[in-house]
């Protein structure tokens, strides 16, 4: 798989493996996914665990130890810090500005020149359904349903639609 994708660099073949990986169940499933990023990935630890459904949309992402995503995840050009935890249906764009529109406000679709890396840090927990698309500081707590769309500073919880930051996550640290 990782070979017809030429190690992530043709993007329709890397695309269709990752789907395609993302529908094995089970632990099985789990160590065929890590198996095909650590060979397409920029980067991608080995002590991670990917969960069904789950699946990385460009090859440009790195994903740290002991990092956990769970079900039915969505992740674009994302960099997860080790020890991240990330709950069921998440989705980590790459960016804010993927799309862009002609003068007459025509949609021209995906530009390839506006994505950007998004970091999570490490030590987080992004909860259910949460949507990022801005940076999110290492041991920050993202709350179930929040939309990041400005940066969240470290040791924060964020909550809401747009997400903003409630209190920090350790006033100690």
């Known amino acids: 798989m990782a070979l017809t994708a030429g190690f992530g660099r043709f993007a329709a073949v890397f695309q269709f493996w ?8 089970g632990l099985p499933g789990d160590y065929l996914r890590i198996a095909y990023y650590r060979l397409t990935l920029d980067e991608c630890a080995r002590e991670s665990r990917i969960q069904f459904g789950s699946f990385f949309a460009q090859a440009q992402a790195r994903v740290g130890e002991g990092v956990y995503i769970g079900p039915y995840c969505v992740l674009g050009r994302a960099r997860i810090g ?40 490490a030590d ?18 993202i709350g179930a349903g929040s939309v990041v769309v400005q940066p969240v500073p470290s040791r924060s919880v964020a909550v809401g639609a747009p997400a903003r930051v409630i209190k920090p996550a350790n006033p100690d640290a």
């Open 18 to 25: 990752a789907q395609t990986c993302a529908l094995a169940p």
């Open 82 to 121: 080790a020890r991240t935890q990330i709950a069921s249906g998440v989705q980590i764009l790459s960016g804010r500005q993927q799309h862009s529109r002609t003068a007459g406000g025509q949609l021209l679709g995906s530009d390839e020149s506006s994505f950007e890396a998004i970091a999570v840090g």
């Open 124 to 141: 987080c927990w992004i909860g259910a359904a949460a949507i990022i698309m801005a940076e999110v500081g290492d041991g920050t707590t």
